[in-house]
């Protein structure tokens, strides 16, 4: 089943302990991205990749890191997660990053508290 | 900047009442917008596109270029349609801005 995956889908830990949270696509979409969802605010982008080895900031990337090494996957890293950082992520893919590239395939979401 | 605004957070109707779910817009270039949808326990998911100009599940959505809108739009609710609704904007790429979204309860 063509899909995106990420785990965790649900993590609470301590302020300061570095997490990943991985995703992955298994349909040889070039473009992912990381959304963070917070009430009233609606979906941010925090980072993104065109492609492997390529990545950029989105609206709000402070505070996290992205690496691209192989096409289907994308972990969002915190470093030093901090309470502000207690959302809702969503990873997405599609196709290609260019105007037609297509819809955007979105994972179940993972849900962090810091506390 | 591009922005995308939902002015209602929550929208409650009864089942076959008409409904209308705002989206606002402002982008400098020519815009291109969307509707995605998560039903309870669902994936986010694209709903409709303003450049297919379908109607999907009953829904509809025109992009009134001078009000700058893109209502979202279905003449009979149905229970199944409650879910949360997401107004996006293509920005460059296949990046998106998305509102902030509104909660559809349709009641029975």
């Known amino acids: 089943e063509a899909q995106v995956t990420q785990n965790p889908r649900y993590l609470i830990t301590v302020t300061g302990k570095k997490l990943t949270v991985t995703c992955s696509q298994n349909m040889n979409h070039e473009y992912m991205s990381w959304y963070r969802q917070d009430p009233g605010l609606g979906l941010r982008q925090i980072y993104y990749?065109?492609?492997?080895?390529?990545?950029d900031k989105g609206d709000v990337p402070e505070g996290y890191k992205v690496s691209r090494k192989e096409k289907r996957n994308f972990p969002l890293i915190l470093e030093s997660p901090s309470p502000n950082q207690t959302s809702l992520y969503f990873c997405?893919?599609?196709?290609?990053?260019?105007?037609?590239?297509?819809?955007?395939?979105f994972g179940e979401g993972s849900r962090l508290t810091v506390l | 900047a591009q922005r995308v605004t939902q002015p209602e957070k929550l929208l409650s109707v009864f089942k076959g009442a008409p409904v209308e779910l705002k989206c606002n817009y402002s982008y400098s270039g020519s815009p291109e917008l969307f509707w995605y949808v998560q039903y309870s326990r669902q994936r986010l998911q694209l709903l409709l596109r303003h450049i297919s100009r379908e109607s999907i599940k009953g829904f509809t959505a025109d992009l009134n270029k001078g009000e700058t809108s893109f209502h979202l739009k279905k003449p009979f609710a149905q229970e199944e349609d409650s879910a949360m609704y997401y107004c996006a904007l293509r920005r460059a790429g296949n990046m998106l801005t998305f509102g902030g979204g509104t909660r559809l309860m349709v009641k029975p």
């Open positions: 990749s065109m492609n492997v080895e390529v990545t």
């Open positions: 997405a893919s599609s196709l290609s990053w260019g105007a037609q590239g297509g819809e955007l395939f």
